[in-house]
């Protein structure tokens, strides 16, 4: 775009005049407060009206090699100011997922940024594993940014099942030295962001062996490259492991060792530790030990919701300049907005971001809670933690993919433009899927849970919280009501009765004289299913309690408004599962055409407030990054103005026309 004065779009003047609420009420309480809109928007700008950061050249149009090579020069300036915010006492580590993730961080870095690990996880990883001795000698340079480090656990070989990891630290107890090696293949580390080229240190989790005996998984602090030289340390084998959907500039790698040895304080001992003679002495509990993955899961259900709000923000404010067809012949082609399968397609996805929003935030304070209580050496909430970091971490980006997914064919062929930032956004968003846990092995995670909740009930063993329906829950049939509390109840029916047949088909085949594992492996369709049945009665009942916590602190504009929002994500959660109802919840066929025109009526009554509701998420368009969901709407004009900054249009004719085309079309004459 040019420096002219940038006109409004007419359709969305239009669209915001309408609006029945105050937006900024909204932003406020999604962020948390004034204060907190304030202190975001002064981050934003800090960073985004830095010239230093912007790239000249569209990085789509960079090599593999030029993408990597411009992420490390952009990172290094954003962490120059993060530093700087850091003296000031602008910026904690809570700030780190906004500056790295799906909010602001994707907006600096389009493709993964290099050093995000040495935040998201090595960092967190020195703090809630190393020793308070530990975290004196290694945070504070962590933190200062003069080391740079990475967390290196899935392999060549195995990735979520971290028991079959096959790196090993051996213990030699006369030079107080573990020995790490990789024995095979499979055995290196892949996938560590920033471990390519860029981090100097990792923390590698590898199978603790010392006096003979192999302990199982431990993480340890080793050096990958010398400090000054940045070349591989003897017996580091390193590389970057190549060209993926998504995240090109996170520079995932690989690591192989050779009888690389570091001292015995390198290994991280605030839960398990190993002493000077090579005794081992354990921790109170092994699943200490994943502490990390934990963190990453409750941090990526909130950064996945940033992804899928920025996405639908784009898909609707297109929806309403995007004119189409022509219905009825003496009027104008229509907004696509007006199509109700439009709306069908990108309404609910209004209403799953604000649902996984205040699922996010739940699971951040469960997360925080239980973390305190560790401290305190009280273990009793993490298997319930763990459950729901598994099923919400799995739920939410998988339903998040398909969102953002959706959004993209809502814009047609421009959402296959780059420039809409459909693309790259779903190859970060799809990513999510698999790292820190595949979803189906996640499922399968809280699953167990879900089984174990099950006997308890049996036995008449007092329920955990989040298990509580499992108590009251019975297949009966419930009257009708258009209600949220009616959607709650009988997808509470569904889990609890999925939980049921998948605890006693399990049962039935071990009495049959299956082995338990295999039992396991045989039942494991429906155990995945009665994950997420929970899960998704877990996300609809949370909103709800989150609305009704909150509206009394609202004005009744918003509230009627949040209110029909949680109706929806209700409806269109109920509607999906309709096998399901009809299967465990005693719902009825007229109960689901009631459903059905529930479910329009609410598409219709949320029309008005479309662009409103997203213009409430507060995303400039920087973040944005995309020509087709800028708040002005001139879509058009910046899909030309991108087309123009193509390579191929710096000359009107390319050389490859006199050394091929042209020799081509001569020789058939």
Same mark, same amino acid.
């Given at each position: 775009?040019?420096?002219?004065?940038?006109?409004?779009?007419?359709?969305?003047?239009?669209?915001?005049?309408?609006?029945?609420?105050?937006?900024?009420?909204?932003?406020?309480?999604? =962020? #948390?407060?004034?204060?907190?809109?304030?202190?975001?928007?002064?981050?934003?700008?800090?960073?985004?009206?830095?010239?230093?950061?912007?790239?000249?050249?569209?990085?789509?149009?960079?090599?593999?090699? &030029?993408?990597?090579?411009?992420?490390?020069?952009?990172?290094?300036? /954003?962490?120059?100011?993060?530093?700087?915010?850091?003296?000031?006492?602008?910026?904690?580590?809570?700030?780190?997922?906004?500056?790295?993730?799906?909010?602001?961080?994707?907006?600096?870095?389009?493709?993964?940024?290099?050093?995000?690990?040495?935040?998201?996880?090595? /960092?967190?990883?020195?703090?809630?594993?190393?020793?308070?001795?530990?975290?004196?000698?290694?945070?504070?340079?962590?933190?200062?940014?003069?080391?740079?480090?990475?967390?290196?656990?899935?392999?060549?070989?195995?990735?979520?099942?971290?028991?079959?990891?096959?790196?090993?630290?051996?213990?030699?107890?006369?030079?107080?030295?573990?020995?790490?090696?990789?024995?095979?293949?499979?055995?290196?580390?892949?996938?560590?962001?920033?471990?390519?080229?860029?981090?100097?240190?990792?923390?590698?989790?590898?199978?603790?062996?010392?006096?003979?005996?192999?302990?199982?998984?431990?993480?340890?602090?080793?050096?990958?490259?010398?400090?000054?030289?940045?070349? $591989?340390?003897?017996?580091?084998?390193?590389?970057?492991?190549?060209?993926?959907?998504?995240?090109?500039?996170?520079?995932?790698?690989?690591?192989?060792?050779?009888?690389?040895?570091?001292?015995?304080?390198?290994?991280?001992?605030?839960?398990?530790k190993v002493l000077k003679d090579g005794t081992y002495v354990e921790s109170p509990s092994s699943k200490l030990t994943?502490?990390?993955?934990?963190?990453?899961?409750?941090?990526?259900?909130?950064?996945?919701?940033?992804?899928?709000?920025?996405?639908?923000?784009?898909?609707?404010?297109?929806?309403?300049?995007?004119?189409?067809?022509?219905?009825?012949?003496?009027?104008? &082609?229509?907004?696509?907005?007006?199509?109700?399968?439009?709306?069908?397609?990108?309404?609910?996805?209004?209403?799953?971001?604000?649902?996984?929003?205040?699922?996010?935030?739940?699971?951040?304070?469960?997360?925080?809670?239980?973390?305190?209580?560790?401290?305190?050496?009280?273990?009793?909430?993490? $298997?319930?933690?763990?459950?729901?970091?598994?099923?919400?971490?799995?739920?939410?980006?998988?339903?998040?993919?398909?969102?953002? &997914?959706?959004?993209?064919?809502?814009?047609?062929?421009?959402?296959?433009?780059?420039?809409?930032?459909? $693309?790259?956004?779903?190859?970060?968003?799809?990513?999510?899927?698999?790292?820190?846990?595949?979803?189906?092995?996640?499922?399968?995670?809280?699953?167990?849970?879900?089984?174990?909740?099950?006997?308890?009930?049996?036995?008449?063993?007092?329920?955990?919280?989040?298990?509580?329906?499992?108590?009251?829950?019975?297949?009966?049939?419930?009257?009708?009501?258009?209600?949220?509390?009616?959607?709650?109840?009988?997808?509470?029916?569904?889990?609890?009765?999925?939980?049921?047949?998948?605890?006693?088909?399990?049962?039935?085949?071990?009495?049959?004289?299956?082995?338990?594992? =295999?039992?396991?492996?045989?039942?494991?369709?429906e155990l995945a299913a009665c994950a997420e049945a929970h899960c998704r009665a877990f996300v609809v009942r949370t909103?709800?309690?989150?609305?009704?916590?909150?509206?009394?602190?609202?004005? &009744? $504009?918003?509230?009627?408004?949040?209110?029909?929002?949680?109706?929806?994500?209700?409806?269109?959660?109920?509607?999906?599962?309709? #096998? =399901?109802?009809?299967?465990?919840?005693?719902?009825?066929?007229?109960?689901?055409?009631?459903?059905?025109?529930?479910?329009?009526?609410?598409?219709?009554?949320?029309?008005?407030?479309?662009?409103?509701?997203?213009?409430?998420?507060?995303?400039?368009?920087?973040?944005?990054?995309?020509?087709?969901?800028?708040? =002005?709407?001139?879509?058009?004009?910046?899909?030309?103005?991108?087309?123009?900054?193509?390579?191929?249009?710096?000359?009107?004719?390319n050389k490859s026309f006199r050394q091929h085309l042209k020799p081509f079309l001569k020789s058939q004459l």
């Open positions: 775009m040019d420096n002219k004065q940038v006109t409004l779009s007419v359709d969305l003047l239009k669209e915001r005049q309408k609006c029945t609420f105050n937006t900024l009420e909204l932003t406020y309480l999604l =962020d #948390g407060g004034p204060e907190r809109t304030k202190e975001r928007r002064e981050r934003e700008s800090y960073f985004l009206d830095d010239p230093e950061l912007k790239s000249s050249i569209p990085t789509e149009y960079l090599s593999h090699k &030029e993408k990597y090579e411009e992420a490390i020069r952009v990172s290094c300036l /954003i962490f120059r100011k993060v530093l700087h915010l850091q003296e000031e006492g602008k910026v904690g580590i809570e700030n780190f997922q906004e500056i790295l993730g799906g909010q602001l961080g994707s907006s600096l870095i389009k493709d993964g940024n290099p050093l995000a690990l040495h935040y998201v996880m090595y /960092i967190p990883t020195l703090m809630g594993q190393g020793t308070y001795q530990q975290q004196a000698e290694w945070i504070q340079k962590a933190w200062n940014c003069t080391m740079i480090g990475t967390y290196a656990q899935t392999e060549l070989g195995h990735g979520t099942f971290i028991r079959g990891l096959e790196t090993t630290a051996t213990y030699d107890q006369e030079t107080e030295e573990f020995i790490i090696n990789s024995p095979t293949l499979t055995s290196y580390k892949w996938w560590p962001g920033g471990l390519g080229q860029t981090a100097n240190y990792a923390i590698v989790v590898a199978q603790l062996n010392t006096l003979g005996k192999c302990y199982g998984i431990h993480p340890f602090i080793v050096q990958l490259r010398d400090e000054e030289t940045h070349q $591989p340390l003897p017996g580091v084998k390193i590389g970057e492991i190549g060209c993926k959907m998504g995240m090109n500039t996170t520079n995932n790698g690989y690591l192989g060792f050779e009888n690389v040895r570091i001292p015995r304080n390198q290994m991280l001992m605030k839960n398990n994943y502490g990390t993955m934990m963190f990453v899961r409750v941090v990526l259900v909130q950064d996945v919701a940033n992804y899928l709000k920025k996405a639908v923000t784009i898909a609707v404010r297109y929806s309403c300049v995007r004119r189409q067809s022509q219905p009825k012949p003496d009027e104008p &082609e229509p907004q696509i907005i007006d199509y109700v399968t439009q709306q069908h397609k990108l309404f609910p996805i209004i209403s799953t971001y604000f649902a996984f929003h205040y699922c996010a935030e739940w699971l951040w304070d469960m997360y925080n809670n239980v973390n305190s209580q560790l401290e305190a050496g009280q273990l009793s909430q993490l $298997p319930e933690l763990h459950a729901l970091a598994c099923c919400l971490k799995a739920v939410s980006t998988s339903d998040c993919s398909a969102g953002v &997914e959706t959004c993209r064919l809502a814009c047609g062929g421009h959402g296959y433009m780059t420039s809409s930032n459909f $693309p790259s956004t779903y190859g970060l968003v799809t990513a999510m899927c698999t790292y820190e846990g595949e979803n189906t092995v996640l499922l399968l995670q809280t699953a167990r849970y879900l089984m174990k909740s099950w006997q308890n009930k049996v036995e008449g063993i007092q329920l955990t919280p989040t298990v509580l329906y499992l108590q009251s829950a019975q297949a009966s049939n419930i009257v009708y009501n258009r209600n949220i509390d009616w959607i709650i109840t009988v997808m509470e029916q569904v889990a609890a009765g999925k939980v049921e047949l998948a605890w006693t088909h399990m049962n039935e085949r071990i009495k049959k004289g299956l082995g338990a594992e =295999d039992a396991w492996n045989h039942t494991s369709i909103f709800y309690s989150e609305i009704m916590r909150l509206k009394y602190t609202i004005s &009744e $504009p918003l509230r009627i408004v949040l209110l029909q929002l949680l109706d929806l994500y209700g409806v269109t959660t109920a509607l999906k599962c309709l #096998g =399901d109802l009809l299967r465990f919840s005693g719902t009825t066929g007229s109960d689901i055409e009631n459903l059905q025109q529930w479910l329009e009526e609410l598409l219709s009554a949320i029309r008005p407030n479309a662009v409103s509701i997203v213009d409430s998420f507060d995303i400039r368009d920087e973040v944005l990054s995309s020509a087709l969901g800028a708040y =002005d709407g001139n879509v058009y004009e910046r899909l030309f103005a991108e087309a123009t900054k193509s390579p191929l249009n710096a000359e009107p004719v």
